[in-house]
């Protein structure tokens, strides 16, 4: 095996060492005169995007791959930034590969780097969404109807709390009684503290309508991430709205003779 020349091996370290903006402009010199081999490319990469150049490093990153090389800090760093350019499936493919090469943990490939949406979050912190690399798309019927396999997450969510329970079941005896106004607040104040709790506070509205009712139903709906049925759940809201002060003011014309001119 042939020995990677001296200045390649002292950028390297420069590098690993926290010399960033030294080993960067080395690395830089360097392949403005051809010098840099495939490892060198990776350093590169590092180095560029450590410093804040994000779509240099995914040039570098791009090389270093097409040379037929794999590292999962190459498919990271080509991921973050085609996920800068507006690029996500291909930056979704390229963070499952860093992913797999890395066995799951992505803390030793960032090391403090700032980390775009498409990555999950460390499989140790337990109860965390995982965000784009489950797009509603590959979501199952139950998730689109608002079960809740609309969180992929649902079974590492954190149990609801105590004041968050209770809150939903205030909000129970508030339907139970007829008392909308109340049970809205109610299970609003449950879902802010506990958003586990949605899938139950649409279990408890199932039957129910009325416009503050529906403003609820749709926030629920929001968090399970079922986007499609918050909107229809809002557009009843708006409808019963104006269904109301259509009543109302036909009420106070009853009482009162005409509507005032303004």
Do not use: C
């Not at 930056?91 to 090391?111: K, M, W």
């Not at 798309?137 to 590492?156: F, I, K, N």
């Not at 009684?177 to 109340?182: H, P, T």
């Amino acid at each position: 095996m042939t020995e990677r020349p001296t200045d390649l091996r002292l950028a390297h370290l420069h590098l690993k060492t926290g010399g960033l903006t030294l080993a960067r402009a080395e690395l830089e010199a360097m392949a403005g005169t051809a010098e840099l081999d495939t490892d060198g490319l990776l350093d590169l990469a590092e180095a560029r995007w450590r410093t804040g150049d994000l779509p240099g490093a995914g040039d570098a990153a791009e090389a270093f791959l097409a040379r037929g090389r794999t590292d999962p800090l190459a498919y990271a760093i080509a991921a973050e930034a085609k996920a800068a350019l507006g690029r996500p499936t291909e930056a979704r493919r390229l963070a499952g590969l860093a992913i797999e090469g890395a066995g799951g943990s992505l803390d030793e490939l960032f090391a403090g780097q700032p980390r775009s949406g498409i990555w999950p979050h460390d499989p140790a912190d337990r109860g965390e969404p995982v965000g784009e690399l489950f797009p509603a798309e590959q979501l199952s019927g139950e998730a689109r109807s608002g079960g809740t396999a609309a969180m992929p997450w649902a079974d590492e969510r954190p149990e609801p709390s105590a004041d968050g329970a209770g809150a939903l079941e205030r909000g129970r005896v508030a339907l139970a009684s007829g008392d909308d106004q109340i049970a809205a607040i109610q299970l609003s104040i449950a879902m802010r503290a506990s958003p586990a709790l949605a899938s139950a506070v649409i279990e408890a509205l199932a039957g129910r309508a009325g416009a503050t009712l529906d403003l609820v139903r749709g926030d629920a709906y929001r968090l399970l991430g079922n986007e499609a049925e918050a909107q229809r759940a809002f557009a009843a809201a708006g409808r019963d709205a104006g269904s109301s002060s259509a009543r109302d003011l036909a009420g106070e014309v009853e009482q009162g003779g005409e509507r005032p001119q303004h």
